[in-house]
């Protein structure tokens, strides 16, 4: 985990921090004790890593990569399987609000690294706006995985779901997969959309069609 904690930093710092190395390390371990938290079965330390390792590999199409790895660190930070609508992403850039801040990176910077997390609650983000469109790449990446892989992925959201009772969940479930393949990309970068786009709406489809089957 220090690993991680230093990568955070070195963001923190790109992006104009001007607080202590402690203080911008509390902040790091404060948000990667949310990413830890027991009731999470995909949105993990793994998650987050997966989404920076994306960010850093295709840093060079962002404007502003250490505020979209900022964003990343931020985006699921709160994650509560039983909140309604975009709460978690308005909590979420609630804390990267008062995080960034605490840290002394620039008003501007936060203000974009809130409207970054703000943009993954429906991933509705244009080519144009490059770093939310590489944030919210990263961040849908699984969804491109090999089937076993996204296999796993799709259970594990299951059992951060645990609490909802099996037909719910399948008619929940379904109406995000059905909003993502309603997108008209789910990838916007176009090394990102070459690679994945067609096997994540095959794997969209396939999971979807799966909860729709009786039984």
Known sequence: MSELIGRWRTAARGAGATGH?????????ELLARWREPHRHYHTPRHLAAVLDVVDGYATWAERPDLVRLAAWCHDA???PRAVGDANERDSATLADTLLTRTGVPAAAVAEVRRL?????????????RDAALLCDADLTILAAPGQTYDAYAAAIRREYAHVPEPDFRAGRARVLESLLALPALFRLPPLAAAGEAPARANLARELAALRRPG
């Open 117 to 129: 997390v703000l943009a993954t609650a429906g991933h509705a983000v244009t080519a144009d706006d």
């Open 21 to 29: 190395d402690q203080t911008l390390t509390r902040a790091g371990e």
């Open 78 to 80: 709160v994650y509560d």
